[in-house]
């Protein structure tokens, strides 16, 4: 998609600090790290949310979760544990319109939704 950030980080028309990359899924950091790690984890097919990639791109769902499992235990981080989160929508607190899978880790994460 021409006006999508992450679309233009997969093109390369952007530069981003990527940490992972097949044929199937880019991993980068997020810019605003909400964590001591935080990545961000897409697929290069563009989808709009985790539902309508379900629909049209769940090949994607399994090879960014592959992508997590290779890149977490490359880098030491199944040893310790990690979190990763999909917003969806405006209650969810979706910002950016490419599906994308957070990574957090490098710390003790506070219970979820409090
Ligand atoms: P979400 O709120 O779930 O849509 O997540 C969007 C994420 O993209 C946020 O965590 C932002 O910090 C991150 N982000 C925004 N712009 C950039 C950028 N240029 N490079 C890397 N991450 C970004
Ligand atoms: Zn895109």
Redo the contacts with the bound molecule.
């Keep these: 998609m021409s006006d999508c950030?992450f679309c233009k980080?997969v093109s390369g028309e952007?530069k981003?600090?990527i940490v992972f990359e097949n044929d199937q899924v880019l991993g980068?950091?997020?810019?605003?790290?909400?964590a001591k790690e935080?990545y961000?984890f897409i697929s290069k097919k563009h989808t709009e949310n985790i539902n309508e990639m379900m629909s049209s791109d769940s090949e994607g769902v399994l090879a960014v979760y592959a992508a997590i499992k290779e890149f977490t235990t490359e880098a030491g981080l199944s040893d310790t544990g990690f979190r990763v989160?999909?917003?969806l929508g405006r209650d969810?607190?979706?910002?950016?319109?490419h599906t994308?899978f957070?990574v957090l880790a490098g710390e003790a994460l506070g219970s979820f939704g409090s």
């Design positions: 950030l980080f952007l981003t600090d980068f950091k997020d810019i605003y790290p909400q935080h961000l989160v999909t917003n969810g607190g979706q910002t950016i319109f994308h957070h």
